[in-house]
């Protein structure tokens, strides 16, 4: 069973960067996509972006295009978030989550079998 550690959030002002990562035990990382979510108090979980387990699809919302960026590196068992340009509106909780039944449904939390605890990103104006 792959377990999922985020860390990287933090308390930044508007327009810096924050890379979020997250690491996952066990043997088969590699075979599993890998999404972002967010959650902002008193709303519902927000898709922020998913990579394939080749790194050969990117998908991102809206709000995340041309700011943020999806990675991952099997070798390390770990995904990344790089954030860039952050606004107060991107302050929430960012849980990392692992799929393996690949799907054009990826946006939807349901996708995902495993996830982190979350990491709390909070963006000062």
């Known amino acids: 069973q792959v377990q999922l550690v985020e860390s990287g959030g933090g ?6 960067s924050l890379r979020l990562s997250c690491t996952a035990s066990g043997r088969t990382f590699s075979s599993y996509f ?3 979510f967010r959650q902002a108090p008193g709303k519902e979980r927000e898709f922020v972006a998913v990579i394939t387990w ?3 699809n990117i998908y991102y ?3 995340a295009k041309g700011r943020f960026t999806i990675s991952r590196d099997n070798d390390k068992n770990t995904v990344y978030l790089q954030m ?3 606004k107060p509106e991107d ?3 960012y849980y ?3 799929g393996s039944r690949w799907s054009g449904n990826f946006r ?3 996708m995902y079998a495993l996830w982190g605890q979350g990491t709390q990103v909070t963006v000062s104006s």
């Open 108 to 110: 939807s939390s349901v």
């Open 11 to 16: 308390l930044v002002q508007a327009g810096a």
């Open 91 to 93: 302050t929430a909780v």
């Open 34 to 36: 890998m999404g972002w």
């Open 84 to 86: 860039n340009s952050l």
């Open 61 to 63: 919302g809206d709000f």
């Open 96 to 98: 990392c989550a692992a």
């Open 54 to 56: 080749d790194s050969f």
